[in-house]
């Protein structure tokens, strides 16, 4: 009865103590796509992005896989337009890995950037003209008449 007691505090301190943020990852990492054709990904893309509070937000996210560690990282620069000089620019680093699929299309070749802090997730698809196209939370397509596609700028 006492162990019983035990586990069940237990488990509530570790549910109610816990502050970190979940992750869902919905789609499946991509393991069928050489690591040649991975390396074709790395690079910057740029575009600019709508805004709901100011002139809209250029975008610049640039991936980077390491050749000996095979580690991929990620280095984001938004810049909100409009806004004052010192509270205009926004850096997020972490690492990126592709996946296949989402609810919308399991084919659909997804770019997933998993922050380094407490910045959210985010979702790219792979267009077949070599740009990204933002998604939203949940990795479906953002239905808007503005853009959301950056594209690979070349080296």
Same mark, same amino acid.
């Given at each position: 009865?006492?162990?019983?007691?035990?586990?069940?505090?237990?488990?509530?301190?570790?549910?109610?103590?816990?502050?970190?943020?979940?992750?869902?990852?919905?789609?499946?990492?991509?393991?069928?796509?050489?690591?040649?054709?991975?390396?074709?990904?790395?690079?910057? $893309? !740029? #575009?600019?992005?709508?805004?709901?509070?100011?002139?809209? =937000? &250029?975008?610049?996210l640039? @991936?980077?896989?390491?050749? +000996?560690?095979?580690?991929?990282?990620?280095?984001?620069?938004?810049? $909100? !337009? #409009?806004?004052?000089?010192?509270?205009?620019?926004?850096? =997020? &680093?972490?690492?990126?890995? @592709?996946?296949?699929?989402? +609810?919308?299309?399991?084919?659909?070749?997804?770019?997933?950037?998993?922050?380094s #802090?407490?910045?959210?997730?985010?979702?790219?698809?792979?267009?077949?003209?070599?740009?990204?196209?933002?998604?939203?939370?949940?990795?479906?397509?953002?239905?808007?008449?503005?853009?959301?596609?950056?594209?690979?700028?070349?080296?």
């Amino acid at each position: 009865m006492k162990q019983s007691i035990a586990i069940i505090l237990v488990s509530a301190f570790c549910l109610f103590s816990y502050k970190g943020q979940s992750y869902t990852v919905a789609a499946t990492p991509d393991k069928s796509t050489p690591a040649v054709t991975k390396a074709a990904y790395t690079g910057t $893309y !740029l #575009g600019t992005i709508p805004c709901a509070d100011c002139q809209g =937000i &250029t975008m610049e996210l640039t @991936l980077q896989e390491a050749q +000996k560690s095979k580690r991929k990282t990620f280095v984001l620069k938004q810049q $909100y !337009l #409009g806004k004052p000089a010192n509270k205009n620019i926004h850096t =997020i &680093t972490g690492q990126w890995f @592709l996946a296949t699929g989402n +609810k919308q299309n399991p084919k659909a070749r997804i770019l997933q950037l998993i922050p380094s #802090g407490k910045d959210e997730l985010m979702y790219f698809e792979l267009m077949k003209d070599g740009s990204i196209k933002l998604l939203d939370r949940t990795q479906r397509q953002i239905k808007s008449r503005h853009n959301y596609t950056l594209k690979k700028q070349r080296a």
